[in-house]
Protein backbone atom coordinates (compact mmCIF):
# COMPACT_ATOMS: atom_id res chain seq x y z
CA UNK A 1 0.00 0.00 0.00
CA UNK A 2 2.88 2.39 -0.85
CA UNK A 3 2.25 5.82 -1.97
CA UNK A 4 4.97 6.00 -4.16
CA UNK A 5 4.88 8.64 -7.20
CA UNK A 6 4.15 7.97 -10.75
CA UNK A 7 5.27 9.19 -13.65
CA UNK A 8 3.87 9.49 -17.01
CA UNK A 9 6.85 7.97 -19.10
CA UNK A 10 8.45 8.05 -22.11
CA UNK A 11 10.67 5.61 -24.23
CA UNK A 12 12.06 5.14 -27.84
CA UNK A 13 9.45 3.84 -30.02
CA UNK A 14 10.37 1.09 -32.45
CA UNK A 15 10.34 2.86 -35.72
CA UNK A 16 13.09 5.54 -35.78
CA UNK A 17 13.70 6.01 -32.48
CA UNK A 18 10.74 9.38 -31.85
CA UNK A 19 10.39 9.11 -28.19
CA UNK A 20 6.23 8.79 -27.31
CA UNK A 21 4.56 10.26 -24.24
CA UNK A 22 2.86 7.52 -22.41
CA UNK A 23 0.77 9.17 -20.06
CA UNK A 24 -2.74 9.09 -21.96
CA UNK A 25 -2.46 5.65 -22.40
CA UNK A 26 -1.42 5.39 -18.85
CA UNK A 27 -4.05 7.13 -17.84
CA UNK A 28 -6.74 5.07 -19.31
CA UNK A 29 -4.79 2.01 -18.48
CA UNK A 30 -5.27 2.98 -14.25
CA UNK A 31 -9.08 3.65 -14.61
CA UNK A 32 -9.77 0.06 -16.52
CA UNK A 33 -7.77 -1.62 -13.55
CA UNK A 34 -9.59 0.57 -11.29
CA UNK A 35 -13.13 -0.26 -12.99
CA UNK A 36 -12.39 -3.93 -12.22
CA UNK A 37 -12.34 -3.29 -8.49
CA UNK A 38 -15.92 -3.00 -8.43
CA UNK A 39 -16.74 -6.42 -9.39
CA UNK A 40 -16.73 -8.57 -6.14
CA UNK A 41 -19.78 -5.80 -4.90
CA UNK A 42 -21.34 -6.12 -8.30
CA UNK A 43 -21.32 -9.74 -7.88
CA UNK A 44 -22.86 -9.45 -4.24
CA UNK A 45 -25.28 -7.09 -5.14
CA UNK A 46 -28.01 -9.51 -5.95
CA UNK A 47 -27.38 -11.38 -3.00
CA UNK A 48 -27.33 -8.44 -0.61
CA UNK A 49 -30.57 -6.82 -2.53
CA UNK A 50 -32.48 -10.31 -1.66
CA UNK A 51 -31.53 -10.77 1.70
CA UNK A 52 -32.54 -6.97 2.71
CA UNK A 53 -36.00 -7.47 1.04
CA UNK A 54 -37.07 -10.42 2.79
CA UNK A 55 -36.22 -13.54 0.75
CA UNK A 56 -36.64 -16.48 2.69
CA UNK A 57 -33.23 -18.11 1.39
CA UNK A 58 -31.66 -14.63 0.90
CA UNK A 59 -29.28 -14.87 4.13
CA UNK A 60 -28.33 -18.61 3.32
CA UNK A 61 -27.31 -17.43 0.02
CA UNK A 62 -24.99 -15.07 1.60
CA UNK A 63 -23.81 -17.32 3.49
CA UNK A 64 -23.27 -19.86 0.55
CA UNK A 65 -21.26 -16.94 -1.29
CA UNK A 66 -19.37 -14.82 0.59
CA UNK A 67 -16.71 -17.20 0.84
CA UNK A 68 -16.16 -18.11 -2.79
CA UNK A 69 -16.86 -14.30 -4.25
CA UNK A 70 -15.45 -11.94 -1.04
CA UNK A 71 -12.81 -14.11 -0.40
CA UNK A 72 -11.58 -15.04 -3.59
CA UNK A 73 -11.61 -11.26 -4.73
CA UNK A 74 -9.83 -10.17 -1.77
CA UNK A 75 -7.01 -12.15 -2.21
CA UNK A 76 -6.95 -11.46 -6.19
CA UNK A 77 -7.26 -7.87 -5.10
CA UNK A 78 -3.97 -8.36 -2.83
CA UNK A 79 -1.82 -10.38 -5.45
CA UNK A 80 -2.13 -7.81 -8.27
CA UNK A 81 -1.39 -4.81 -5.60
CA UNK A 82 1.67 -7.17 -5.25
CA UNK A 83 2.49 -7.31 -8.30
CA UNK A 84 3.28 -3.24 -9.28
CA UNK A 85 6.73 -3.67 -7.93
CA UNK A 86 7.52 -6.28 -9.80
CA UNK A 87 6.16 -5.46 -13.15
CA UNK A 88 8.47 -1.84 -12.54
CA UNK A 89 11.64 -4.30 -11.67
CA UNK A 90 11.05 -6.35 -14.69
CA UNK A 91 10.16 -3.41 -17.79
CA UNK A 92 10.79 -0.07 -15.76
CA UNK A 93 6.80 1.14 -15.97
CA UNK A 94 6.05 3.45 -13.60
CA UNK A 95 2.41 4.83 -14.92
CA UNK A 96 0.77 1.98 -12.35
CA UNK A 97 2.69 2.94 -9.28
CA UNK A 98 -0.44 4.40 -8.27
CA UNK A 99 -2.26 1.47 -8.26
CA UNK A 100 -0.89 0.26 -5.82
CA UNK A 101 -2.61 2.42 -2.75
CA UNK A 102 -5.97 1.87 -4.78
CA UNK A 103 -5.94 -1.92 -4.49
CA UNK A 104 -4.56 -1.86 -1.60
CA UNK A 105 -7.79 0.39 -0.03
CA UNK A 106 -10.28 -1.75 -2.46
CA UNK A 107 -8.68 -5.02 -0.91
CA UNK A 108 -9.39 -3.27 3.06
CA UNK A 109 -12.96 -2.68 1.62
CA UNK A 110 -13.53 -5.99 0.27
CA UNK A 111 -11.75 -7.96 3.23
CA UNK A 112 -14.33 -5.50 5.31
CA UNK A 113 -17.62 -6.52 3.95
CA UNK A 114 -16.23 -10.20 3.60
CA UNK A 115 -15.74 -10.24 7.31
CA UNK A 116 -18.88 -8.48 8.22
CA UNK A 117 -21.09 -10.70 6.42
CA UNK A 118 -19.57 -13.75 7.74
CA UNK A 119 -19.85 -12.73 11.14
CA UNK A 120 -23.73 -12.13 10.27
CA UNK A 121 -24.95 -14.59 8.38
CA UNK A 122 -23.04 -17.61 8.88
CA UNK A 123 -24.82 -18.47 11.81
CA UNK A 124 -26.05 -22.16 10.13
CA UNK A 125 -22.11 -23.06 9.40
CA UNK A 126 -20.56 -21.94 12.75
CA UNK A 127 -23.63 -22.15 15.23
CA UNK A 128 -23.10 -19.57 18.55
CA UNK A 129 -22.34 -16.51 19.27
CA UNK A 130 -20.56 -13.80 16.61
CA UNK A 131 -16.87 -14.25 18.06
CA UNK A 132 -17.78 -18.29 16.97
CA UNK A 133 -18.41 -17.15 13.64
CA UNK A 134 -15.05 -14.91 13.31
CA UNK A 135 -12.45 -16.72 15.49
CA UNK A 136 -13.84 -20.37 16.48
CA UNK A 137 -11.24 -22.49 14.67
CA UNK A 138 -7.74 -21.92 13.61
CA UNK A 139 -8.97 -20.68 10.01
CA UNK A 140 -10.84 -18.36 11.10
CA UNK A 141 -8.42 -16.79 13.50
CA UNK A 142 -6.05 -16.65 10.93
CA UNK A 143 -8.35 -15.03 8.57
CA UNK A 144 -9.58 -12.28 11.59
CA UNK A 145 -5.97 -11.18 12.47
CA UNK A 146 -5.03 -10.99 8.24
CA UNK A 147 -8.21 -8.67 8.16
CA UNK A 148 -7.27 -6.54 11.57
CA UNK A 149 -3.64 -6.21 10.43
CA UNK A 150 -4.99 -4.41 6.94
CA UNK A 151 -5.93 -1.54 9.66
CA UNK A 152 -2.76 0.01 10.28
CA UNK A 153 -2.10 -0.09 6.64
CA UNK A 154 -4.81 1.50 5.44
CA UNK A 155 -4.26 4.25 8.46
CA UNK A 156 -0.49 4.98 6.72
CA UNK A 157 -1.62 4.66 3.39
CA UNK A 158 -1.81 8.40 2.35
CA UNK A 159 1.11 11.01 2.06
CA UNK A 160 0.02 12.77 5.41
CA UNK A 161 0.45 9.26 6.75
CA UNK A 162 4.15 9.35 5.10
CA UNK A 163 5.23 12.88 6.17
CA UNK A 164 4.01 12.16 10.09
CA UNK A 165 5.49 8.76 10.45
CA UNK A 166 9.03 9.86 8.41
CA UNK A 167 11.43 6.74 8.36
CA UNK A 168 9.29 4.57 10.50
CA UNK A 169 6.40 4.79 7.52
CA UNK A 170 7.97 1.98 5.73
CA UNK A 171 8.56 -0.04 8.85
CA UNK A 172 4.82 0.09 9.04
CA UNK A 173 4.09 -0.62 5.24
CA UNK A 174 5.94 -3.82 5.97
CA UNK A 175 3.28 -5.05 7.76
CA UNK A 176 1.85 -6.29 4.06
CA UNK A 177 4.60 -9.26 3.72
CA UNK A 178 3.24 -10.58 7.45
CA UNK A 179 -0.55 -10.01 5.77
CA UNK A 180 0.85 -11.94 3.03
CA UNK A 181 1.97 -15.46 5.26
CA UNK A 182 -1.19 -14.46 7.81
CA UNK A 183 -3.45 -15.16 4.27
CA UNK A 184 -1.29 -18.41 3.12
CA UNK A 185 -2.06 -19.81 6.36
CA UNK A 186 -5.40 -18.89 6.49
CA UNK A 187 -5.63 -21.03 3.17
CA UNK A 188 -3.53 -24.12 4.09
CA UNK A 189 -5.56 -24.28 7.35
CA UNK A 190 -8.80 -23.82 5.23
CA UNK A 191 -7.97 -26.30 2.22
CA UNK A 192 -5.14 -28.23 3.11
CA UNK A 193 -2.61 -29.15 -0.06
CA UNK A 194 -5.32 -28.72 -2.28
CA UNK A 195 -5.74 -26.94 -5.56
CA UNK A 196 -6.72 -23.66 -3.65
CA UNK A 197 -3.82 -23.38 -1.42
CA UNK A 198 -0.84 -24.63 -4.36
CA UNK A 199 -2.47 -22.33 -6.42
CA UNK A 200 -2.33 -19.34 -4.43
CA UNK A 201 1.55 -20.47 -3.16
CA UNK A 202 2.11 -20.66 -7.38
CA UNK A 203 0.82 -17.43 -8.08
CA UNK A 204 3.28 -15.94 -4.63
CA UNK A 205 6.36 -17.63 -5.74
CA UNK A 206 7.48 -15.48 -8.96
CA UNK A 207 6.34 -12.19 -6.31
CA UNK A 208 8.58 -13.27 -4.11
CA UNK A 209 11.40 -13.83 -6.37
CA UNK A 210 10.99 -10.73 -7.92
CA UNK A 211 11.57 -9.40 -4.43
CA UNK A 212 14.68 -10.46 -3.39
CA UNK A 213 17.14 -7.73 -3.16
CA UNK A 214 20.03 -8.85 -5.36
CA UNK A 215 17.58 -10.42 -8.29
CA UNK A 216 15.85 -6.91 -8.22
CA UNK A 217 19.00 -5.48 -8.32
CA UNK A 218 20.44 -7.13 -10.91
CA UNK A 219 17.39 -7.33 -12.91
CA UNK A 220 17.65 -3.57 -12.72
CA UNK A 221 20.90 -3.00 -13.57
CA UNK A 222 20.93 -5.24 -17.21
CA UNK A 223 17.72 -3.62 -17.60
CA UNK A 224 19.12 -0.08 -17.84
CA UNK A 225 22.06 -1.16 -19.47
CA UNK A 226 20.21 -2.85 -22.34
CA UNK A 227 21.99 -6.05 -21.73
CA UNK A 228 21.28 -9.77 -20.91
CA UNK A 229 18.17 -9.38 -23.28
CA UNK A 230 17.74 -13.55 -23.90
CA UNK A 231 18.08 -14.32 -20.37
CA UNK A 232 15.96 -11.64 -18.94
CA UNK A 233 12.97 -12.58 -21.65
CA UNK A 234 13.18 -16.67 -21.09
CA UNK A 235 13.21 -15.41 -17.31
CA UNK A 236 9.99 -13.17 -17.69
CA UNK A 237 8.29 -15.94 -19.75
CA UNK A 238 8.89 -18.93 -16.77
CA UNK A 239 7.81 -16.32 -14.11
CA UNK A 240 4.64 -15.17 -16.02
CA UNK A 241 3.91 -18.38 -16.77
CA UNK A 242 4.12 -19.49 -13.30
CA UNK A 243 2.29 -16.76 -12.21
CA UNK A 244 -0.69 -17.27 -15.25
CA UNK A 245 -0.54 -21.09 -13.49
CA UNK A 246 -2.04 -19.64 -10.30
CA UNK A 247 -3.57 -16.85 -11.06
CA UNK A 248 -5.85 -18.40 -13.88
CA UNK A 249 -7.43 -20.69 -11.85
CA UNK A 250 -8.22 -18.19 -9.03
CA UNK A 251 -10.20 -16.23 -11.47
CA UNK A 252 -12.38 -18.78 -12.89
CA UNK A 253 -13.11 -19.49 -9.12
CA UNK A 254 -14.47 -16.03 -8.96
CA UNK A 255 -15.82 -16.37 -12.10
CA UNK A 256 -18.09 -19.59 -11.25
CA UNK A 257 -9.33 8.36 -7.10
CA UNK A 258 -7.60 10.15 -9.02
CA UNK A 259 -3.95 9.11 -10.24
CA UNK A 260 -1.62 10.13 -7.12
CA UNK A 261 0.41 13.80 -7.50
CA UNK A 262 3.86 14.36 -6.43
CA UNK A 263 4.65 14.74 -2.73
CA UNK A 264 4.44 18.23 -1.38
CA UNK A 265 7.37 19.36 0.16
CA UNK A 266 6.13 19.63 4.43
CA UNK A 267 5.92 22.09 5.44
CA UNK A 268 9.18 23.71 7.43
CA UNK A 269 9.56 22.85 11.16
CA UNK A 270 10.64 24.35 13.97
CA UNK A 271 13.53 22.37 14.67
CA UNK A 272 14.69 18.72 14.05
CA UNK A 273 14.20 17.50 17.59
CA UNK A 274 10.89 18.01 17.45
CA UNK A 275 10.42 16.82 13.99
CA UNK A 276 11.48 13.51 15.66
CA UNK A 277 9.83 13.76 18.38
CA UNK A 278 6.53 13.78 16.90
CA UNK A 279 7.86 11.16 14.53
CA UNK A 280 8.72 8.51 17.41
CA UNK A 281 5.27 9.28 18.82
CA UNK A 282 3.65 8.59 15.72
CA UNK A 283 5.49 5.58 15.41
CA UNK A 284 3.89 4.40 18.94
CA UNK A 285 0.79 5.19 17.97
CA UNK A 286 0.98 2.88 14.75
CA UNK A 287 2.63 0.24 16.95
CA UNK A 288 -0.30 0.25 19.52
CA UNK A 289 -2.93 -0.04 16.58
CA UNK A 290 -1.26 -2.71 15.38
CA UNK A 291 -0.90 -4.81 18.79
CA UNK A 292 -4.48 -4.07 19.52
CA UNK A 293 -5.35 -5.06 16.05
CA UNK A 294 -3.58 -8.56 16.92
CA UNK A 295 -4.62 -9.01 20.66
CA UNK A 296 -7.74 -8.64 19.67
CA UNK A 297 -7.61 -11.57 17.14
CA UNK A 298 -5.68 -13.51 19.39
CA UNK A 299 -8.18 -12.43 22.67
CA UNK A 300 -11.03 -13.37 20.45
CA UNK A 301 -9.12 -17.43 19.22
CA UNK A 302 -8.44 -17.70 22.57
CA UNK A 303 -11.95 -17.35 24.58
CA UNK A 304 -13.07 -19.83 21.55
CA UNK A 305 -10.64 -22.60 22.14
CA UNK A 306 -11.55 -22.25 25.79
CA UNK A 307 -14.83 -22.44 24.65
CA UNK A 308 -14.95 -25.35 22.75
CA UNK A 309 -11.96 -27.36 23.10
CA UNK A 310 -9.02 -27.76 21.21
CA UNK A 311 -10.95 -30.69 18.97
CA UNK A 312 -13.78 -28.32 17.69
CA UNK A 313 -11.25 -25.12 17.12
CA UNK A 314 -8.56 -27.25 14.78
CA UNK A 315 -11.54 -29.41 13.10
CA UNK A 316 -13.73 -28.01 10.21
CA UNK A 317 -17.37 -27.87 9.83
CA UNK A 318 -18.58 -30.28 7.16
CA UNK A 319 -18.89 -28.09 3.66
CA UNK A 320 -16.56 -26.18 4.90
CA UNK A 321 -13.01 -25.54 2.70
CA UNK A 322 -11.85 -28.84 1.86
CA UNK A 323 -14.33 -30.90 4.34
CA UNK A 324 -16.67 -32.99 2.62
CA UNK A 325 -20.02 -32.26 2.96
CA UNK A 326 -22.45 -34.41 5.82
CA UNK A 327 -23.23 -38.12 5.08
CA UNK A 328 -27.04 -38.13 5.80
CA UNK A 329 -28.46 -41.48 8.08
CA UNK A 330 -28.95 -43.48 4.73
CA UNK A 331 -25.47 -43.19 3.68
CA UNK A 332 -25.51 -41.00 1.04
CA UNK A 333 -24.29 -37.13 1.17
CA UNK A 334 -27.01 -35.21 2.35
CA UNK A 335 -28.84 -33.36 -0.40
CA UNK A 336 -30.80 -30.07 -0.65
CA UNK A 337 -33.91 -30.15 -0.30
CA UNK A 338 -36.20 -29.63 -3.86
CA UNK A 339 -37.17 -25.77 -4.55
CA UNK A 340 -40.66 -25.16 -4.44
CA UNK A 341 -43.09 -26.04 -7.57
CA UNK A 342 -44.09 -22.99 -9.78
CA UNK A 343 -47.27 -21.67 -9.27
CA UNK A 344 -49.73 -22.33 -12.04
CA UNK A 345 -50.59 -19.70 -14.48
CA UNK A 346 -53.50 -21.25 -16.03
CA UNK A 347 -56.37 -22.53 -13.87
CA UNK A 348 -57.10 -25.80 -14.24
CA UNK A 349 -60.30 -27.12 -16.26
CA UNK A 350 -63.78 -27.16 -14.27
CA UNK A 351 -65.08 -29.99 -13.05
CA UNK A 352 -68.56 -31.53 -15.20
CA UNK A 353 -71.63 -30.77 -13.41
CA UNK A 354 -73.87 -33.62 -12.31
CA UNK A 355 -76.61 -34.58 -14.02
CA UNK A 356 -80.28 -34.00 -12.52
CA UNK A 357 -81.75 -37.34 -11.98
CA UNK A 358 -85.01 -38.58 -14.12
CA UNK A 359 -87.96 -39.49 -12.11
CA UNK A 360 -90.93 -41.38 -13.41
CA UNK A 361 -94.37 -39.92 -13.43
CA UNK A 362 -96.82 -41.11 -11.27
CA UNK A 363 -99.96 -42.72 -12.83
CA UNK A 364 -102.68 -39.90 -12.95
CA UNK A 365 -105.73 -39.59 -10.17
CA UNK A 366 -109.01 -39.15 -10.52
CA UNK A 367 -109.69 -35.53 -10.80
CA UNK A 368 -113.01 -35.56 -9.27
CA UNK A 369 -115.31 -37.29 -6.96
CA UNK A 370 -117.76 -38.44 -9.71
CA UNK A 371 -114.97 -40.21 -11.77
CA UNK A 372 -113.91 -42.57 -8.44
CA UNK A 373 -117.70 -43.78 -7.67
CA UNK A 374 -119.33 -44.18 -11.19
CA UNK A 375 -116.43 -46.38 -13.10
CA UNK A 376 -116.92 -46.83 -17.16
CA UNK A 377 -118.82 -48.82 -19.09
CA UNK A 378 -115.05 -50.58 -19.82
CA UNK A 379 -115.27 -51.04 -16.20
CA UNK A 380 -118.28 -52.77 -15.60
CA UNK A 381 -118.09 -54.99 -19.07
CA UNK A 382 -114.73 -56.24 -17.33
CA UNK A 383 -116.46 -57.12 -14.28
CA UNK A 384 -119.01 -59.70 -15.92
CA UNK A 385 -116.71 -61.19 -17.91
CA UNK A 386 -115.14 -62.11 -14.35
CA UNK A 387 -118.77 -63.55 -12.69
CA UNK A 388 -119.06 -65.47 -15.87
CA UNK A 389 -115.72 -67.16 -15.01
CA UNK A 390 -116.25 -67.59 -11.17
Same mark, same amino acid.
Given at each position: ?161 ? /???? #???? $? ?5 ? &? +?? =?? *? ?95 ? /???? #???? $? ?5 ? &? +?? =?? *? ?90
Amino acid at each position: MSTERAYSTSAPSDLGGERVNRSSYGTKAVWFFRALLLIPFVLMAPEVISALRGSPDGVANISASVADVLGTSTFLIFIMMLAVTPIYTMTGWRWHTVLRRDYGIAMFAVAGTDFTLAAITTGDTFPGTVLTRIGGHTFLVAGTLSTLLLVPLVVTANQPAQ /RWLG #RHWK $AVQRLTY &V +VW =VT *ILIHLFLLFGLNAIFLEAVAVSLPLVILRLPWVRHWWTAVRRKGSRRVLRGVAAVALVGIFGLGFVPLANELAGSQPMTEPLAPPPEPSYESKAARR /REAK #RLID $ALTTVCV &V +VA =VA *IGTSQLVKEGLQEFLNRPPGVGASHSEVAPGGSAAETPPPPGVAQVVPPPPSPSPQPIQRRPYPTQPSSASQRMHPGPEVRRDSGRARAYR
